[in-house]
């Protein structure tokens, strides 16, 4: 049977990705076309689908909004979510000034719904990131401080949910001991090529050696 493995998030995971049929550019340039690249060859046999639905500018709340149709009707085996770069991005520009940050709320509901509708879904929450470099360095304390939140709300919530937690932060951290943190992560918040290497790499390393691993 064919596994259907939906990824969703903001531009990281969008990676330009076609929103047409065509299956050289449906996937994007992001970690999704490494990972899909990895699994599709690996499991050929098997035939997955890899979907990416990630949108730029997403945050969690815009995710829950869109998510009967780009999630729950596609009936994925596997979602895995990266999502919080712009929650946090937004805060820190006070867009819009005096709104909650709904991160966590938002996504515990999105998860609670999801358990409800899919409960055989098996689910892969991605560890948020940042490094100090263009965007983020100005502030960087600030923005360390809100990333450390909704790191540690996404971790809680990948145990409440049973779902794997793929750490980035850390990953990222070691490779700044290889080249600086712009070859990474080119504004602080969106990787490179290089950095997107990183993310499809522990991405495959944990999944891989979960409960969840598919090869």
Request: proline fraction near 4%; include cysteine; glycine fraction near 8%.
């Amino acid at each position: 049977m064919m596994t259907t493995i939906l990824f969703q998030g903001d531009s990281i995971t969008d990676g330009s990705r076609g929103r047409s049929d065509d299956p050289n550019h449906i996937l994007g340039h992001s970690y999704v076309y490494l990972i899909g690249s990895k699994l599709g060859h690996d499991l050929a046999e098997k035939q997955p689908l890899i979907i990416n639905r990630g949108i730029s500018g997403n945050r969690v709340s815009d995710l829950y909004a869109r998510w009967n149709e780009d999630a729950i009707a596609l009936k994925p085996a596997v979602i895995s979510i990266l999502i919080g770069a712009n929650d946090a991005w937004r805060s820190m520009d006070g867009e819009p000034s005096g709104v909650t940050d709904r991160f966590g709320r938002a996504y515990k509901i999105l998860l609670e719904e999801t358990r409800e509708v899919l409960p055989d879904t098996k689910l892969i929450l991605l560890e948020p990131f940042i490094l100090k470099t263009g965007a983020t360095e100005d502030r960087w304390d600030q923005w360390q401080e809100r990333i450390q939140l909704y790191q540690k709300i996404t971790k809680e919530l990948a145990s409440e949910f049973g779902a794997i937690f793929v750490p980035l932060q850390a990953a990222f951290n070691e490779a700044c001991r290889r080249a600086e943190a712009a070859y990474w992560i080119w504004d602080g918040v969106h990787p490179t090529s290089a950095g997107q290497q990183i993310i499809a790499e522990q991405w495959l390393s944990t999944v891989q050696n979960s409960k969840l691993a598919l090869l």
